[in-house]
């Protein structure tokens, strides 16, 4: 199995998950070993446990000299005091760590890459990332704008939550209050709050 195998692999099971993991991102880690797969794992239902907290004990043994493929940088510190995605991959012996998207969130941004590599595993970053930003640009479009993204659908698959909101409300001030409370990729169908999302520049087409 190639790298680029492997990582397509996790982003198609990151994607899979899109939508079940508010208000964590959906993504997948896929730990190689020798050419084959030992463990895989995305985000649980409802943000926890992460994809390499699973993986990480699925494999056991196997984990040791093994690659990790992961669609999102593992965080290197966690908000309740946990042990980190990295420190999991360390403490396991994994020896190579391929990320598709650097994590640019408080718990991450760059400090999950670089505990790995204190550690001495061999890092690399961006594999695929083109591929992999699609899962993460309701996640990222919060971490700028502190808002959720917001699209049309018709059935809201792949969506943390549909957004039910009047068309003469303040959707910026609600959309912020859902941003607050860690929701990344909302849907609505087409009609007057649409029309008014598109309006005020807060629509994503």
């Known amino acids: 199995m190639t790298d680029q195998e492997a990582m397509r692999r996790a982003i198609d099971l990151a994607r899979a998950h899109m939508g079940r993991t508010w208000p964590n991102p959906s993504v997948a880690c896929v730990i190689v070993k020798d050419g084959e797969v030992v463990a895989e ?26 690659t990790a493929y992961v669609t999102l940088e593992p965080c290197g510190a966690r908000s309740s005091g946990r042990r980190s995605c990295a420190h999991f991959l360390v403490e396991a012996g994994v020896a190579r760590v391929v990320v598709a998207c650097v994590d640019p969130s408080p718990f991450a941004s760059g400090r999950g890459v670089e505990r790995l590599r204190q550690a001495g595993l061999e890092v690399e970053t961006g594999l695929l990332s083109d591929e992999a930003a699609v ?27 549909r957004f039910a909101a009047s068309a003469k409300a303040d959707l910026t001030t609600e959309l912020k209050r859902l941003g607050e409370a860690g929701y990344t990729r909302l849907w609505t169908s087409p009609g007057d709050l649409a029309d008014a999302l598109r309006a005020q520049g807060l629509l994503t087409e």
């Open 41 to 66: 794992a995305a985000t649980a239902d409802g943000g926890r446990p992460h994809a390499e907290e699973q993986a990480v004990p699925a494999a056991g043994d196997k984990a040791r000299g093994a």
């Open 135 to 161: 899962l993460y640009e309701g996640y990222l479009h919060r971490l700028e704008t502190g808002r959720p993204m917001v699209r049309l659908s018709s059935d809201g698959e792949g969506f943390d939550a």
